[in-house]
């Protein structure tokens, strides 16, 4: 139900209870403002993703999205110069975790993976990155080259090499709902999504 509903209803109710003939039955000036003031739900829904930054033709597309029941718990980032890939787990509402990976396999002996445990209460609110060009057996790649996550209450990153353009995106607490993006052998394109109040 949305806030917009929820006020209507209490409007019409209050209305409703003024027009009894006995005046004993009608509700106080106190009372309508108290019931009118109640508090009223905040309903989510998934707004359009982000722009998608880096590559829009490599690989295959992936997403993941986080409605109101869901929370990421950890994520996993595979780098080295570049970022291979992302790992994500999320808890739903039975208290289930349920996790993924998302980008490239392979890479060298140098690759590093950083795991980010995120509390009950902790919430991305920035993500920022670069991405650049790079060649691997002969092809040449557009890929996020390094990326840092900033949450309610710590700074993870940068992981992997500052170079190319950059891009950055913030949310207030709450608001950040997932990712969606491109991969090959390296992290292609990535993008995200955001929660809209209704």
Not at 40 to 55: H, M, N, R, V
Not at 100 to 105: A, D, K, R
């Amino acid at each position: 139900m949305s806030m917009y509903h929820t006020h209507k209803t209490v409007s019409y109710r209050i209305a409703y209870q003024c027009s009894k003939e006995n005046q004993n039955q009608r509700p106080s000036m106190i009372c309508n403002i108290q019931e009118d003031q109640e508090p009223k739900s905040i309903d989510y829904k998934i707004a359009l993703p982000t722009e998608l930054w880096g590559s829009s033709t490599s690989g295959y597309p992936w997403s993941l999205l986080l409605d109101n029941n869901k929370k990421l718990r950890k994520m996993t980032i595979d780098h080295e110069e570049w970022i291979f890939s992302i790992g994500c787990t999320i808890e739903d509402s039975s208290g289930s975790l349920i996790s993924s990976q998302h980008g490239g396999t392979r890479g060298g002996s140098g690759r590093e993976f950083y795991e980010i445990s995120f509390d009950a209460d902790e919430e991305i609110i920035e993500i920022s990155g670069t991405v650049g060009v790079t060649i691997k057996q002969a092809f040449t790649f557009e890929a996020i080259s390094s990326l840092c996550i900033v949450t309610n209450k710590s700074r993870h990153g940068p992981f992997g090499r500052n170079t190319g353009n950059s891009f950055s995106v913030a949310w207030v607490v709450g608001v950040f709902a997932g990712f969606h993006g491109r991969a090959d052998i390296y992290m292609g394109g990535l993008g995200f999504y955001s929660k809209k109040v209704v």
